[in-house]
């Protein structure tokens, strides 16, 4: 077995834990984030058990983690971000958020062209696993913690059914709410608040998932690493495109651990006419 395939396996077996540890954690902890975001006791949790599982892997050079300042040096080979607990926010509206896995083939913050694998852990009304590795998808039910699968070569479908989009409508640049009132029309709003649980729903029935740049905070909210980058390498792994309004977010030249980007996923045709619309 592989390092990649080590890292996969441990974030399938921890999947089982972090679900039901969730129940009891559903109180605000003390602390931000490096995003100077609120963290919920359950992110904090869910970071510790990640961390020590991922960098107990021979193979794994480097972690680093959404909750985390810095990059922890944990010896030679991978570098592997996670966003351990995507949605958070959901823990207390009990909807559905997950786990981010990005692992590069070069020190941290890395391009996404660096990525050799990414993966999420989706807690849903059952835990599913996507997985992008060599240009493939595959997607995984969780069963007691072993990954079984249920579709081995995921594609995105050709007709877009739903959207997605992050950001208050008033704080949408005029461009991006152009963009909305265009596509809008065919189809179906799909907004949970939880990146995973959105991106989803477009990798299921075809679309487009944003969090765009806003008028307020140009950048976005997302963070490249930890969220746009491994998505992006799934959704273009899965037949799709994505963009931070100009190019593959995949193409974005890292600057920063926490930097954000405008994050656009979805179908060819959606990504390209958006980005001929900003
Ligand atoms: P808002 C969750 O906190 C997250 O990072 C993404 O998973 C999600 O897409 C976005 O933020 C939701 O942000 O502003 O809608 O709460």
Redesign the pocket.
């Known amino acids: 077995m592989d390092t990649l395939d080590k890292i996969i396996e441990a974030v399938a077996a921890a999947a089982p834990d972090i679900r039901g540890g969730l129940a009891g954690r559903r109180r605000k902890a003390d602390e931000e984030n490096p995003s100077g ?1 609120t963290q919920m006791a359950a992110d904090v949790w869910a970071d510790e058990y990640l961390e020590a599982e991922l960098t107990a892997i021979d193979g794994v050079g480097e972690f680093a983690s959404e909750e985390r300042e810095g990059v922890i040096d944990c010896g030679e080979g991978l570098s592997v971000a996670i ?1 351990p607990l ?4 959901n823990i207390k509206s009990n909807n559905s958020m997950g786990t981010i896995v990005g692992v590069y083939d070069a020190p941290l913050p890395a391009s996404g062209r660096d990525l050799v694998s990414s993966a999420y852990i989706l807690f849903g009304p059952i835990t599913t696993m996507m997985v992008a590795r060599e240009g493939t998808v595959t997607e995984y039910v969780i069963e007691d913690g072993d990954p079984r699968p249920v579709n081995k070569d995921l594609t995105l479908p050709d007709d877009p059914v739903v959207y997605g989009f ?2 208050r409508v008033p704080d949408w640049t005029d461009d991006f709410a152009e963009y909305v009132r265009e596509i809008e029309t065919n189809l179906k709003l799909r ?1 949970g ?4 649980g ?1 991106v989803n729903q477009v990798l299921t029935y075809g679309g487009v998932f944003a ?1 765009p740049g806003l008028e307020s905070r140009p950048e976005g ?2 963070r490249l690493q930890f ?1 746009g980058n491994p998505m992006a390498y799934i959704l273009e792994s899965a037949g799709g495109r994505s963009s931070d309004g100009e190019r593959s977010l995949l193409d974005v030249e890292p600057e920063g651990l926490h930097q954000r980007v405008p994050v656009h996923l979805g179908n060819e045709e959606l990504i390209d006419r958006l980005e001929s619309m900003l």
């Open positions: 975001e966003d995507d949605g958070s926010s992050g950001g907004y608040g939880a990146m995973i959105d969090y909210k997302l969220e």
